[in-house]
Each structure stands twice: as structure tokens, then as C-alpha cells.
């Protein structure tokens, strides 16, 4: 016995002094090539997320892990991709380069160029999956986000950090808004990327477009993983967006990530989820479908400053059928995030854009971020408008209603006119207190509701023309006082 001990430490020593080196690798080997998911057998080793690359140079990244074999997405071309072919393990989980050089690009998931402009020089790696900051690193919402529309500033306001959801059917102007609070972000010191997932190229070429003509695409990354794209693609989207976001917001920088939408990433997960032969429950979507989109928006908060702060404030948007927000995807999300901006098709049709619902529209953290100036406005307008939806419902069927009725259906009327806004013409947030301060103090009453918009254009360019004192005090003061007051008063009144 003894013998065999010493023998095996010779071999051991001779072993430790040889200059032999040994390289282990996880091999394994398609069993079964499905529509963009590839199953493996052999990869014992590798853990959900990582990296593989299979022997005909395509690479794809793990995405289950059943007890005999892997299931691989693959990102990019799978038709060549036979049976039996040799597949390495990377030993990465799936990263994207990044740098400040990607602003004002057009890059896909993986960070490749679109736009047939030069490389992007990567600066760092950045993992697209990651566990969100826990809640020791972050700091309550006090920062506002103007979006510059009125009806949101004013009713649901955004603090950076926080998560708002635009909901609503198709063509109600969730887009639009989305875009509009990018482009009033110039100057403001935010980091913008607009990520689309399952979008036409036409209408992303028309984002791009929009965003450089109003000098808006300088501070913007935009993500693209379109309609035409893999699942496999659509699916990691807006989690590269989410480390994109995270490199800036590291740096200390304050973000804003456009997610639109949510509905079509879903659809994406759903897809491979069911080639994977997972079980399928509610509308066919697996069971961590919630997982799927918590653990994405979770990643959006502000940072302490004691870690460097920063924020990443996120605007997801989801797609509708007939107005049903009690469909699995809607409510799931609704109930993620940190309130929703309600968007629909009556009203849209009927003239007022932003078709905003305001009755179910809510923030639930931005009120603390919201300017004093604009709460002291604001507060008032929510409460003629609560009241005057009440009335208008059942004032129809009346003819003669009495004096106090009267005035409040025609307060309402006229707020619900100046909540009104063109689109891509975001305003300074003292031209939005301005308006809102007419309204409020009842200078609209005798203005004809037709007459509103007009009125609002004329006051508009006369605050721009020579009311920056004003606007700059209450920019400074952070409030509306009384001296601030006369000389609103004698503006508007040049107006009317
Ligand atoms: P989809 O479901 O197709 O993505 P969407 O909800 O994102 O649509 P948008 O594409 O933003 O909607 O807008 C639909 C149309 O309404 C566009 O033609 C847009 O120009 C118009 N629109 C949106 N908002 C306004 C506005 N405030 N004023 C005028 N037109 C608007
Ligand atoms: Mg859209």
C-alpha cells in the first residue's frame, strides 16, 4: 500500500514540473436545429445566458437548460446550421460593446452599426443581462423629466428615475409622445435611446429622420431590431438597450430608454418560448412572461449619489387591442411599472391629441419631482377636470342646468382645449406654466372654445417674444408669487 502511495506522489511531482499546460473546453453537439433555436447535447457545464458558437461560425447564447440538453437562440442566419455539427462553449455571457462614441448611432442589438457610418470604437463590455441595482444603491425620485407636453407635465409628470408606461391601441400617438420627450431632452442633460422591437425599418427610418432634423439624434442612441429580424434579436433588444443605458448611467449620467414596445417583445419570448416546447399558459405565453419584463424595468432607478448616481427613467410603451388593459400583457406591465399614460382612440379622433385619458392616467413618484410653480397650477386643473367629466356625462340629457353647472362645464371645456398640443412642438416648462396659469385663473372662460387654440398660439409667441423675464423668474423662484402674478396677468390680458 505503502508503495502505491509513494509511486502516485513521483508522478504527481513529475506532473507539477512538466511544462505541459492543459486547456479544457465545453464541446457539445446539435441534436435538433428548430425555427432559430438550436438543442444541444454535451454542454454540461455552461450556465443560462452564455455564450456558444457553433462549428459553421454563427454564435448563439443559452436560453434553457433542460436535464439532457441546452436550448440556443441563435443571433443571426441558423439555416446553415446542421445536426451533429460541433458546438464550443464561449465561457462569456452575452455582452455588448459599448462607448460614447455609440451616441448618435443606429446600432442593432449586438451594437453593430446600421447606418454605414464607421465602426463604433467599444470602450467597455457591458452584459446584457444583469441583476438590477438593489434598493441600498438607489434614491427616491426628486428629479422632474420634462417631456414637454403639457397635459403630461402637468397631470402625470415624470421624475427621472422613474418607470411610466404609454398605453394604448394601435395609431393613438404612443410613438409620438415618446419621440416628443426626446426632443425636448436638448439641453437638459439627458442621454435619450429609443429601442424598437418588431418595427417596420420604414417607420424606424422615419424615427431616425424626425430625431436628426430636430438635432435631437446627437444625444440619442437608437436600437433597431425590426419586424424582419430573429426572435432571437427582437427578444435581447431592449436588454442591450438596458445596458447601453446602464454604461451612461454609471458615468453618472442621467438616461432616458424609449422601450416600443413591449407588446412585440412579448410576442418575440412567446415565439420561442413555444419552439422550445415550454408549456404555454394565459394567451400562450410561458410562465415567466412577468419575469420577463420586471427584471428588464427594475433595471431603471435613480442611483444614490453616494455610488456615483445617475438614473435611467424608462418609458415603455405597449400596444392595445380595442382599449383592453386587462389583457396578461397590460396588466403586467401596468402593474410594474410606477403609473401609465392612457391613450385613446375616441379621443383621438375626436381632435384632442394627445388623446390622453386623463381620468385613468396616473404617476405614482412623479408628483414629488414635479416644479412647485407647475403644482401650484396643475393642482387646480386636475380638479376642474375630474369634475367636469362627471358632469358632462349626464349633462347631455339636460337642457337647462343651473348657473354652477354652467361654469364648470365651460372651465372644463376650455382646459380640456388648451391640453392640447401638435405634435414634435414640446414646450420650455415656463411656456407650459404660462398657458396653464390662464387657464387656471379662469382667463379662458370668456375666450369661445374654438377660439382656445388660437388664443394659445397668441400667447405662446408673445411669451416667447418678450416674456423670458417672466418665465426665467419663475424658472428661478420655483414658484408663482404675486409680483410674478401681475406681470402674467398683464401679458395674458394683452391676449384676450
Ligand atoms: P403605432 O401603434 O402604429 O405604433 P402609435 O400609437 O405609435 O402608432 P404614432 O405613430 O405616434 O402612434 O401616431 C399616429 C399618427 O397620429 C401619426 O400620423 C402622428 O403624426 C399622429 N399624431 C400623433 N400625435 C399627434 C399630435 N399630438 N398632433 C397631431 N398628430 C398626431
Ligand atoms: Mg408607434
Not at 241 to 269: P, Q, R, T
Request: glycine residues 8%; hydrophobic residues 40%; charged residues 25%.
Amino acid at each position: 500500500m505503502k508503495l502505491i502511495d509513494d509511486y502516485l506522489k513521483e508522478i504527481e511531482k513529475d506532473l507539477n514540473k512538466s511544462a505541459i499546460s492543459v486547456n479544457t473546453e465545453e464541446i457539445g453537439f446539435v441534436d435538433e436545429v428548430r425555427d432559430g433555436v438550436v438543442l444541444v447535447t454535451g454542454l454540461d457545464n455552461v450556465t443560462f445566458g452564455e455564450v456558444v458558437e457553433f462549428n459553421s461560425g454563427a454564435k448563439g447564447y443559452i436560453i434553457d437548460l433542460m436535464e439532457d440538453r441546452a436550448g440556443v437562440v441563435v443571433l443571426g442566419d441558423y439555416l446553415h446550421i446542421r445536426s451533429g455539427e460541433r458546438v464550443k462553449a464561449l465561457n462569456y455571457t452575452l455582452s455588448v460593446p459599448v462607448s460614447e462614441e455609440i451616441l448618435g448611432r443606429v446600432v442593432d442589438p449586438l451594437c453593430t452599426p446600421q447606418d454605414n457610418l464607421p465602426t463604433i470604437k467599444m470602450d467597455k463590455m457591458y452584459p446584457v443581462e444583469k441583476i438590477a441595482p438593489t434598493v441600498v444603491y438607489r434614491k427616491s425620485v426628486t428629479v422632474p423629466l420634462q417631456t414637454g407636453v403639457k397635459a403630461i407635465d402637468a397631470l402625470t409628470p415624470i421624475g427621472r428615475g422613474q418607470r411610466e408606461l404609454i398605453i394604448g391601441d394601435r395609431g393613438t400617438g404612443k410613438t409620438t409622445i415618446a419621440l416628443d420627450t426626446i426632443i425636448n431632452q436638448k439641453g437638459q442633460n439627458v442621454i435619450c435611446i429609443y429601442c424598437g422591437i418588431g418595427q417596420k425599418n420604414s417607420k424606424m427610418a422615419l424615427v431616425v429622420d424626425l430625431l436628426r432634423r430636430n438635432n435631437a439624434l446627437e444625444y440619442t442612441v437608437v436600437v433597431n431590431a425590426p419586424a424582419a429580424d430573429a426572435a432571437a434579436l427582437q427578444y435581447i433588444a431592449p436588454y442591450s438597450a438596458s445596458a447601453i443605458a446602464e454604461y451612461f448611467m454609471d458615468k453618472g449620467k442621467d438616461v432616458l430608454v424609449i422601450y416600443d414596445d413591449l407588446s412585440k417583445h412579448a410576442w418575440a419570448y412567446r415565439q420561442i418560448s413555444l419552439i422550445l416546447r415550454r408549456p404555454a399558459g394565459r394567451e400562450a405565453y410561458p410562465g415567466d412572461i412577468f419575469y420577463l419584463h420586471s427584471r428588464l424595468l427594475e433595471r431603471s432607478c435613480r442611483i444614490d449619489e453616494k455610488y456615483g448616481g445617475g438614473s435611467i427613467t424608462a418609458l415603455p410603451i405597449v400596444e392595445t387591442l380595442e382599449g383592453d388593459v386587462s389583457a396578461y400583457i397590460p396588466t403586467n406591465i401596468i402593474s410594474i411599472t410606477d403609473g401609465q399614460i392612457f391613450l385613446e382612440t375616441d379621443l383621438f379622433n375626436a381632435g384632442v391629441r394627445p388623446a390622453i385619458n386623463i381620468g385613468i392616467s396616473v404617476s405614482r413618484v412623479g408628483g414629488n419631482a414635479q416644479t412647485k410653480a407647475m403644482k401650484q397650477v396643475a393642482g387646480k386643473l386636475k380638479l376642474d377636470l375630474a369634475q367636469y367629466r362627471e358632469m358632462a356625462a349626464f349633462s347631455q340629457f339636460e337642457s337647462d342646468l343651473d348657473e354652477e353647472t354652467k361654469k364648470l362645464l365651460n372651465r372644463g371645456a376650455k382646459v380640456t382645449q388648451i391640453l392640447k398640443q401638435d405634435k414634435n412642438k414640446p414646450y420650455s416648462l415656463g411656456e407650459e406654466i404660462v398657458v396653464l396659469w390662464a387657464a387656471h385663473k379662469g382667463f379662458l372662460d370668456t375666450v369661445g372654445v374654438n377660439d382656445v387654440e388660437k388664443f394659445e398660439k397668441k400667447l405662446i409667441e408673445i411669451v416667447r417674444r418678450k416674456g423670458h423675464d417672466v418665465t426665467s423668474i419663475i424658472l428661478k423662484e420655483k414658484i408663482i408669487s404675486p409680483e410674478t402674478e401681475h406681470k402674467l396677468e398683464k401679458l395674458v390680458k394683452e391676449v384676450v
